[in-house]
Nanobody
C-alpha cells in the first residue's frame, strides 16, 4: 500500500519557523517529482512548492518564495518543506504529493499520490 505521511505541523507565532516532513512507503518515489500543496479553510487547494526527482530543480509559489525551501532525501524516501518567516496567511492544511513522472508541475491534477495532510497554524 502506497503511503505518504506528513508530519511537523503545529502552532507557531508569526515570524517563526516549522519544518514539514513527508515520509513515503509502499513504493519508491526516487525517480518521481514531488510537491507540497496547502488548503486554507474555505479556499481551494493551492500549489506551494515542487521538486524534481533528483532535487536539482525546484519551483515555488510567489507567496512563499524566499521564505520556504523544499528539499528531498531519496536515500530516506523523504521530502521536506522548511518554512521560515511564517505569516498568519500561511495557516492551512499542508499536503505532500507525488507524481508518476520525474518532472514537477504546479498543477495538483498532475499528482497521483497524496498524503492526509498536516495542520499548520500561524498566530499573529
Amino acid at each position: 500500500q502506497v503511503q505518504l505521511v506528513e508530519s511537523g505541523g503545529g502552532l507557531v507565532q508569526a515570524g517563526g519557523s516549522l519544518r514539514l516532513s513527508c515520509a513515503t512507503s509502499g513504493r519508491t518515489f526516487r525517480t518521481n517529482a514531488m510537491g507540497w500543496f496547502r488548503q486554507a479553510p474555505g479556499k481551494e487547494r493551492e500549489f506551494v512548492a515542487a521538486i524534481n526527482w533528483n532535487g536539482d530543480s525546484t519551483s515555488y509559489a510567489d507567496s512563499v518564495k524566499g521564505r520556504f525551501t523544499i528539499s528531498r532525501d531519496n536515500a530516506k524516501n523523504a521530502m521536506y518543506l522548511q518554512m521560515n518567516s511564517l505569516k498568519p496567511e500561511d495557516t492551512a492544511v499542508y499536503y505532500c504529493a507525488a507524481r508518476t513522472l520525474s518532472r514537477y508541475t504546479n498543477n495538483m491534477r498532475d499528482y497521483n499520490y497524496w498524503g492526509q495532510g498536516t495542520q499548520v497554524t500561524v498566530s499573529s
